[in-house]
């Protein structure tokens, strides 16, 4: 594993919820983030973490290969990766976000 995939390995296993995102939860700097912040504010995270991968091209390049995911954002919850703004926004109106994030 490269230093990369290691610091992405550490922050995905030591928050209950992460989100990569580009920009911050303040100001996300696309839509699918700021959608992403949306649906867990609504879901009521509490204890999130976000990483805005806009300051590091490194992590930027090293989540897609991490979750072998091609979009950003990347939402992780206990350890485990949930997916991008689409399956958050199926399982946001399905409470199967909300329902996940209860657990955490």
């Known amino acids: 594993m490269?230093?990369?995939?290691?610091?992405?390995?550490?922050?995905?296993?030591?928050?209950?919820?992460?989100?990569?995102?580009?920009?911050?939860?303040?100001?996300?700097?696309c839509g699918f983030s700021g959608r992403?912040?949306?649906?867990?504010?609504?879901?009521g995270a509490t204890q999130l973490k976000t990483v805005n991968v806009l300051e590091d091209?490194?992590?930027?390049?090293?989540?897609?290969?991490y979750a072998q995911w091609p979009t950003i954002p990347q939402l992780y919850v206990n350890g485990e990766f949930v997916g991008g703004s689409d399956i958050m926004t199926e399982m946001y109106e399905s409470g199967e976000l909300q329902q996940l994030l209860a657990k955490g």
């Open 2 to 29: 490269s230093d990369v995939q290691q610091r992405i390995d550490e922050l995905v296993k030591s928050n209950p919820v992460v989100l990569f995102m580009k920009g911050t939860a303040q100001f996300p700097m």
């Open 57 to 65: 091209e490194e992590v930027r390049q090293g989540i897609k290969d």
């Open 36 to 43: 992403a912040i949306q649906l867990l504010k609504a879901s």
